[in-house]
């Protein structure tokens, strides 16, 4: 089982006091066209983790049977705490999970799948100890999102605090990386800025 944990918790501080997971995009709301990405895709069951104006955002979400929406209350402790409070919401049988982005709208159903195909046939035949256990999508050789996680990585992704994301943890896990290269530009395109969305 394949799960994927939506970071939708935060305050959008540099959209000049608008919530930019709210703002349309050919007129959807941004979290919808991250939503439907991934529900094409072949992920079995979607976390959603809201925290600034959790009723609007919920209001937006379409109800279906594989979105759960869980509620942060400490979203402004940083982006550590809404992905601990997503990890304690997976399914016990998910194997791996992807950790993604509310604001990155154009990371396409095919990304996720790409990502999901190429971590189970590298890991096929191996023992444990080779597998690659963080699987990151790259674009010109920069890092993108979203990351999967295979299962084994939970326990140290619940020690990371504050606002570094699993950052310092794939710096950590060098050896339990496979990097996937993209020449879609998406994977590192976010919507953090008005004028990003005038593009």
Known sequence: MISAIILAAGLS?????????????????????????????????????????????????EKN?????????NYNSGIASSIKIGLKNISTKTEAFFISLGDMPN???????KLIKVRDKYNKKLKIKYKKEIII???QGKNGNPILFSKHMKKKIMKIEGDAGAKSLV?????KILKVPFK??????DFDKPEDFKS
Not at 33 to 58: C, F, M, P, Q, R
Not at 65 to 73: F, L, M, S, T, V
């Open 137 to 139: 999508p790259t674009y």
């Open 107 to 113: 990371v396409n159903q095919n990304i996720y799948n």
């Open 65 to 73: 049977k594989k979105i759960k929406i869980i509620y942060n209350k």
């Open 13 to 61: 501080s540099r959209m000049n006091g608008e919530n930019k997971l709210t703002k349309k995009i050919n007129g959807i709301p941004l979290i919808s066209h991250t939503i439907k990405n991934i529900l094409g895709s072949a992920v079995d069951e979607i976390v959603i983790v809201v925290g600034y104006e959790e009723d609007i955002l919920k209001s937006l979400i």
């Open 184 to 189: 879609n530009d998406a994977i590192i395109l």
């Open 171 to 175: 710096e950590l896990n060098m050896n």
